[in-house]
């Protein structure tokens, strides 16, 4: 059930009049408004009209909210909870996403334009595991002893980083905030994060869900701004210990050298992709067009993981491709609100834009295209599904990152050479291999420089399994222990211990 507290005119299910209440700054336990009185409008892709008006956060408000993340972590009651206690309080907030999951997935829908019914499943349903799993961890992690030499004892302390500043996209925007905040909070850390100008509200949301669950005041901070003010200044700014970042990879790297302006801040960064699947000759051809389409299409393309490079053995290359674009062209476009819609619009004119002209590259470059390749009019930042074929290595849409539904096929013959080819990329996001001779699959994905490699599947995602890049892709790995240990610091004690004690 859709939760009346949340939305005004709620019987307007899939209009455009559904008005989110919370569209405010969360600073320090308090709901405020900016500084300066600044506010913008949020956009409806689907009808490319302002859903409504949030407060946008100034460098003055960025400031509000480290001094108040600065505080709860130096002096407020978390640092002197245990981990059991801030376990509790991520159970409380995991359930709380749980019981109001479906209003989650209609603000999703709504202000990302993503189908409402892969809001539920992967959005709304993995951010829940995300915060459940961070929770089991809160008292499970521990130090060392140490047999150091002489007549000392040793020991290693994990301690939270500090005060941890986080800036997410728009593609998957209440993931990535579980993925960053669940376990920073897990860690102890306290947090400032800046959302995405494009999506704010199921942050806030889930803001409100924090205060809820009994967070102590100033942990958790939510500014809803842009990155040219408050993201810039955030990630500046001398009160953050740790910086974490999924974006673009300009921007990625601008995070990397602004951090530091100010101290040396430990910083994660997961970025962009231009990942290689590989689909074998031994493949069963209908199950791998399945997955390339999943692998390219979900989420309108808007992925960083997503497989735009499809190498395609030449014995099955022709039937694959004429499959796939068949396969694509089925997509259904549509309002996300609408269980129907297989394929929600872009997030943005800018991004539709972005899209069309590497389309148009890919044509004028000498790419077939099989399906799609043609402008979509009518309201909505749509672009139709396109498939290329006949897509060569050095050709713009093979090498770029495109972000949209556009799918690349390339032809190979040898598997040494599709190696080298599907690692001739500045990115190292992710990679796939469709094979069923498992001597083959060992060999290519070891040979994959990539961050996670699929095999006979695509677009697994579980907070169980670490997540990042290689190469341009980013810097350190979300999920799994590993993302824990972003947010943590080995302190080492060494005691001197009684002359002839026993070591
Ligand atoms: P950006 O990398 O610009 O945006 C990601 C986040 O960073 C947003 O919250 C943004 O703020 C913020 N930001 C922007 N500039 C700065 C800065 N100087 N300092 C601190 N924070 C900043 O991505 P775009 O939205 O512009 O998308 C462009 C391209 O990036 C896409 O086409 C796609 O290729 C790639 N991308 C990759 C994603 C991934 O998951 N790896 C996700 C999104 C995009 P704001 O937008 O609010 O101004």
């Not at 430990?266 to 970025?271: A, D, I, Y």
């Not at 949209?404 to 032809?411: D, N, R, T």
């Amino acid at each position: 059930m859709l939760a009346r507290s949340s939305f005004r005119n709620s019987k307007r299910f899939f209009g455009t009049r559904m008005v989110p209440k919370q569209t405010q700054l969360f600073i320090g336990g308090e709901w405020v408004n900016s500084a300066n009185g600044d506010t913008f409008e949020t956009i409806n892709p689907y009808t490319e009209e302002p859903i409504t008006s949030v407060q946008r956060a100034s460098v003055e408000d960025v400031d509000r909210a480290v001094d108040a993340a600065r505080n709860a972590f130096d002096h407020g009651p978390w640092r002197r909870m245990s981990g059991t206690e801030r376990g509790d309080l991520l159970f409380k907030l995991a359930e709380l996403i749980k019981k109001n999951g479906e209003e989650l997935a209609h603000l999703e829908a709504l202000d990302n334009g993503k189908p409402i019914t892969l809001a539920k499943i992967v959005d709304v349903s993995n951010s829940y595991l995300t915060y459940k799993y961070y929770a089991g961890f809160a008292n499970k992690f521990v130090g060392d002893t140490i047999s150091a030499p002489g007549d000392f004892h040793a020991y290693t302390r994990k301690e939270p980083v500090g005060v941890a500043a986080q800036i997410i996209p728009w593609n998957v925007p209440m993931l990535m905030q579980a993925w960053k905040l669940a376990p920073a909070l897990a860690a102890g850390c306290t947090v400032v994060m800046k959302t995405a100008e494009q999506t704010p509200l199921s942050a806030l949301r889930v803001g409100e869900l924090i205060k809820e669950a009994g967070f102590p005041d100033g942990v958790v901070n939510i500014l809803s701004g842009f990155g040219e003010d408050a993201g810039a200044h955030l990630v500046r700014h001398p009160g953050v210990d740790k910086v974490a970042f999924t974006g673009s990879t300009e921007v990625g790297l601008d995070i990397m050298r602004n951090s530091s302006t100010s101290g040396l801040k430990r910083v994660t960064l997961e970025l962009g992709g231009k990942s290689p699947f590989i689909i074998c000759e031994d493949a069963n051809i209908e199950e791998s067009i399945q997955q390339a389409n999943f692998s390219l299409f979900f989420n309108s393309g808007q992925v960083c993981i997503a497989a735009s490079r499809l190498f395609v053995h030449e014995k099955i290359y022709d039937e694959f491709a004429e499959k796939s674009a068949k396969l694509a062209s089925k997509a259904v476009l549509g309002n996300g609100l609408d269980p129907n819609t297989t394929q929600g619009p872009q997030i943005s004119k800018e991004q539709q834009n972005k899209i069309w002209g590497y389309i148009q590259k890919g044509k004028q470059e000498g790419a077939s295209c099989l399906t799609g390749g043609e402008e979509y009019e009518g309201k909505g930042f749509f672009v139709k599904p396109t498939v290329f074929a006949d897509v060569q290595d050095d050709m713009t849409i093979a090498k770029e990152e495109i972000f949209g539904p556009v799918m690349q096929i390339l032809k190979f013959s040898d598997y040494e050479d599709v190696i080298k080819r599907a690692n001739n990329t500045d990115y190292g996001l992710g990679a796939g291999v469709i094979t069923n001779d498992i001597g083959r699959a060992f060999h290519l994905t070891n040979g994959l420089r990539a961050g996670t490699v699929f095999v006979n599947c695509y677009d697994i995602f579980d907070p169980t399994l670490p997540f990042g890049g290689y190469k341009n892709s980013g810097l350190g790995r979300e999920n799994g222990l590993e993302g824990l240990e972003n947010y943590l610091e080995t302190k080492t004690v060494i005691m001197s211990r009684p002359e002839g004690s026993l070591p």
